[in-house]
């Protein structure tokens, strides 16, 4: 059972341009969270998307923008690219059935390393 | 969003066991209490989560104070591949929705 996948590994953009990345969930899962992490922090959430609609949104622009595809893979979108946006970006996916109580255990992938010159 | 205070970094020795503190004086009554692990290199990893009784599994025991404002992730023999960012989050599944907050975490060492 292929984990939560996401593309491209690295990437390295400059000032001003866009960027997509893009994440598949773990087999049966139907809800995927996007985070950025900057370098020596904790993840920050960016939103949540659940049956093609985002569900909620931290405090992070419009520039950043989202997709939930029907088979349930999500891409993330960034505009205006700033030199601030240079981070590892990280897809979880989880399901609401699972885990039990209070759990909705996410599973992480092992993220996408933006890097904007 | 409740928060939670954690130690920026500990050290253990191998084969020990590893106490990590996290404090949360403003939990609520729906906050559970959840450990995430980030590995080198990797995104982060479930660990364990309660609500008020303590908890164990196979990777870990999870022990929550009486009133709520503390909790202590217990690994019972650390192993180098426990080196790791451990991350204590407060999820109220019921007002909060469906973010998770984490905070800078815990950063452990372990010594051959």
């Known amino acids: 059972d292929a984990g939560v996948t996401q593309s491209p590994t690295h990437l390295i953009k400059t000032r001003g341009q866009q960027v997509t990345l893009r994440c598949s969930p773990k087999?049966?899962?139907?809800?995927v969270s996007w985070y950025q992490q900057a370098l020596g922090q904790g993840p920050q959430f960016i939103f949540q998307?659940?049956?093609?609609?985002?569900?909620q949104r931290g405090n992070f622009p419009d520039r950043f923008s989202g997709h939930q595809f029907p088979n349930y893979s999500s891409e993330l979108n960034v505009n205006a690219l700033l030199l601030g946006d240079s981070a590892l970006y990280l897809c979880?996916?989880?399901?609401?059935?699972?885990?039990?109580?209070?759990?909705?255990?996410?599973?992480f992938g092992p993220g996408t390393r933006l890097t904007v010159l | 969003d409740a928060k939670t205070t954690q130690p920026n970094s500990m050290e253990s020795n191998e084969e020990e066991p590893v106490h990590l503190p996290c404090n949360h004086s403003?939990?609520?009554?729906?906050?559970?209490i959840h450990w995430y692990r980030q590995l080198p290199s990797q995104g982060p990893e479930y660990v364990i989560h309660?609500?008020?009784s303590n908890v164990n599994n196979r990777m870990a025991s999870l022990a929550i104070a009486e009133d709520r404002k503390s909790s202590t992730l217990i690994l019972h023999r650390a192993t180098l591949r426990d080196a790791a960012v451990y991350y204590c989050?407060?999820?109220?599944?019921?007002?909060?929705?469906?973010?998770?907050?984490f905070g800078a975490g815990t950063r452990l060492f372990v010594k051959a």
């Open positions: 403003t939990i609520s009554g729906t906050d559970y």
């Open positions: 309660g609500l008020t």
């Open positions: 998307y659940y049956e093609e609609e985002e569900r």
């Open positions: 087999s049966g899962h139907d809800t």
């Open positions: 989050i407060l999820r109220d599944v019921v007002t909060g929705g469906f973010k998770t907050i």
């Open positions: 979880a996916s989880s399901s609401p059935l699972a885990g039990g109580p209070g759990n909705n255990e996410q599973f």
